[in-house]
């Protein structure tokens, strides 16, 4: 090794606990020669196994396969989680230029015309092979990724499509520092009681704290974190600054300039375009649900027209309610998307006297985290032990050794709750380590990202604690995998089908049980009452169809502007989703849950590209899956979970997904149950 490389961190072994990267390390200039040498690394890799002298089998060409590119793994796990969750000007300037070679490199592998052939060998003569299960499915997922990536194309379409690639990682990249530009330099500074009015203390110490981090004084200061925008929503008394927030927040990437995203999104809906006809299929979204448990646009819809349908007639009930308490309140004028979580406060008071105000102090996200923690050892058998000690990329940033009932590792899972401007929006799950067993065992560190408003202490909503634990949940499919293979590891499913884990263990939220034991009011330490449990469980489903039609509106877009057969002819993209809104009767002042301009599942990657509907496909699956639970009389009952731990947790992609579910409910999935805990079920759909 050179005297660079024995300069960079990311040439070494880290020695570390868990192998944890060594952060304070690492600088940007270090992952561009890293990434060099990995890319090189694995293209030598792939040449050893394309040019063996023995007849490919499973274990000389599959698995080999599945062995190669370690070290580019580990280098793109650090360089990613570290973008996303505490990024600068300088790694960002690395992220643009990394994202081309990054994709031609996926190319070239996946277009290796000698090691595609001995893929192909045995992808033909598999029937004949003995393999187990979980290899048989590796065989497969490895030859569907290699021909969905190319490599079945004659040369010159090859070559195109390595073109289009590399410009689309390009473009989405910028997307996504985009949105990350526009959320990290706007804010809304209060000054004076008069702009506070109607802020609860748990907001006011939360944009205490956030003037505080943007230099903006001794004042108060309202972000477009998640966490402190719709509180902001929710609270403020002054509609003027209500609906300042409101279009900021709606408005995020569309803004004229070198940060407008607009001119991004049409050029990457014509190159997915461009990639599906290259493959044959007349739109994106065509060539997408061939890997998805849709299997086309056609299942998407039905799915999908049939909660909207549900959803809107419901909705105009809320409204109904919105506005008989406005009236109420000696208020009047048409009710706009930046008063209807306002007024949905008030009605969530008067009806069900249910206040967020009365409920946060009992959701201090010390004990929701620990709630989560007692929750996966009922059921799962795990512990979670603080490792202070460990240096991690922020200081903010908590790692916890996690060991099974007998003592043996399971993993690392590291906590990263708060918002700060050096981080992306949203919550999400990722990993520095994926576990597997082929070529050594290596055990998951696995991360969990919030954007909670930082308070002292930091109280949750009841929406915050659930996506705590849908990202816990994330964590845990991480966490518990148990397979051989680096490829089928863990979350490496169907992206419809990902969400399952996730979505159900958000059920355990709203287990009086769970409740009773740590939800303790941060001052008192007195349990929640069983009134006020009683309480959120009534209000549970007042403003669900709210959030449906939200969420159904803009996953009808998203499949409205992939779907498109030529989205060359579309010259304004926003005009076009509030077409396709107008035409779907989105109902007034409800709005979407994201607008085209800063929607990055679809456009920070294509990983939920023609694939936002998923959260609702999985949803299914999740309500009906809880329901065995429920049957069972016992939401941590033993044998329940664990057939859930063994055929949903722990099987990674070794399993085809409804096979998987069927496995673990002995049935396929039911809509009803999803229907009913939405309260759709009734009224039918006109």
């Avoid at 698995?63 to 600068?88: I, K, M, P, W, Y």
């Avoid at 004659?154 to 499509?161: N, S």
């Avoid at 399971?410 to 380590?433: E, I, Q, T, Y």
């Avoid at 070794?654 to 999935?669: T, Y």
């Amino acid at each position: 090794m050179n005297s660079s490389h024995d300069a960079n961190p990311l040439f070494s072994d880290w020695q570390g606990p868990w192998g944890v990267p060594p952060f304070e390390r690492v600088q940007p200039a270090h992952f561009e020669p890293a990434f060099e040498a990995a890319m090189q690394a694995q293209r030598e890799e792939l040449d050893a196994i394309a040019a063996g002298s023995q007849a490919p089998d499973f274990d000389n060409t599959v698995a080999a396969f599945d062995r190669s590119g370690r070290f580019l793994f580990r280098v793109q796990a650090l360089f990613h989680n570290l973008c996303a969750s505490e990024t600068s000007p300088e790694l960002q300037a690395v992220q643009r230029r990394m994202a081309g070679p990054l994709a031609a490199h996926e190319s070239a592998v996946y277009m290796h015309a000698g090691l595609f052939r001995r893929v192909q060998a045995l992808h033909e003569q598999r029937a004949r092979l003995a393999l187990s299960p979980e290899q048989l499915r590796l065989l497969e997922r490895v030859h569907l990724d290699f021909v969905r990536a190319g490599a079945l194309l004659a040369p010159d379409a090859q070559r195109r499509y390595k073109e289009v690639m590399q410009e689309l990682a390009q473009l989405t990249t910028a997307f996504g520092q985009n949105v990350l530009h526009d959320e990290s330099s706007w804010q809304l500074v209060l000054r004076g009681e008069e702009e506070l009015a109607g802020l609860p203390g748990f907001l006011r110490a939360a944009a205490k704290e956030a003037a505080a981090q943007r230099g903006a004084g001794e004042g108060h200061a309202i972000t477009l974190s998640r966490s402190m925008i719709l509180p902001f929503l929710t609270f403020s008394e002054r509609r003027d600054l209500r609906e300042q927030a409101w279009r900021a927040w709606a408005a995020r990437g569309e803004h004229a300039g070198e940060h407008d995203n607009r001119p991004l999104i049409a050029r990457i809906l014509v190159l997915r375009q461009e990639q599906a006809r290259l493959h044959g299929y007349a739109s994106f979204a065509d060539y997408a649900l061939v890997d998805r448990m849709a299997g086309e646009p056609a299942a998407v819809y039905r799915l999908l027209d049939d909660v909207w349908a549900r959803a809107k007639t419901v909705v105009e009930k809320e409204r109904a309610a919105l506005e008989a308490a406005q009236s109420a309140a000696g208020a009047s004028g048409r009710i706009e998307a930046w008063d209807w979580r306002y007024w949905a406060e008030k009605v969530r008071q008067r009806d069900y006297a249910v206040d967020d105000a009365e409920v946060k102090p009992y959701f201090a996200l010390d004990a929701m985290v620990q709630a989560a923690f007692d929750c996966a050892q009922r059921l799962f058998g795990i512990r979670f032990t603080p490792r202070a000690d460990l240096r991690l990329y922020h200081p903010d940033v908590k790692a916890y050794e996690v060991h099974d009932a007998q003592g043996v590792p399971v993993g690392l899972f590291v906590h990263d709750n708060f918002a700060r401007p050096s981080k992306r929006s949203g919550a999400w799950m990722s990993s520095f380590a994926v576990q597997s067993r082929n070529g050594g065992v290596t055990t998951p560190v696995i991360v969990n990202n919030n954007n909670f408003a930082k308070g002292e202490p930091t109280l949750l909503s009841f929406d915050d604690v659930r996506t705590l634990f849908h990202e816990f949940g994330h964590g845990l499919h991480g966490l518990l995998s148990d397979v051989t293979y680096q490829q089928l590891s863990g979350t490496s499913v169907l992206r419809d089908y990902v969400e399952l884990p996730s979505q159900l263990f958000e059920h355990w939220t709203s287990e009086p049980e769970v409740l009773r034991r740590h939800a303790r009011h941060v001052e008192t330490g007195a349990s929640i009452p069983d009134a006020l449990i009683q309480k959120l469980q009534a209000a549970r489903r007042f403003g669900q169809a709210y959030d449906t039609v939200r969420y159904c509106a803009s996953a009808l877009v998203d499949m409205a502007a992939h779907g498109h057969p030529d989205p060359a002819a579309i010259g304004d993209w926003t005009a076009f989703e509030a077409q396709v809104l107008r035409e779907r009767g989105l109902p007034h002042a409800t709005g979407v849950m994201h607008r085209l301009t800063h929607f990055q599942h679809l456009f920070s990657s294509d990983s939920y590209a023609a694939g936002y509907y998923v959260y609702l496909w999985a949803e299914v699956l999740d309500a009906d899956a809880y329901g065995a639970f429920v049957e069972a009389g016992d939401p941590f009952d033993a044998a329940v979970a664990q057939r859930l731990k063994r055929c949903i947790y722990a099987a990674g992609n070794s399993l085809e997904p409804g096979l998987a579910f069927q496995s673990f409910r002995g049935r396929p999935p039911k809509i009803e149950p999803l229907l009913a805990k939405k309260g759709l079920l009734q009224p039918e759909p006109a």
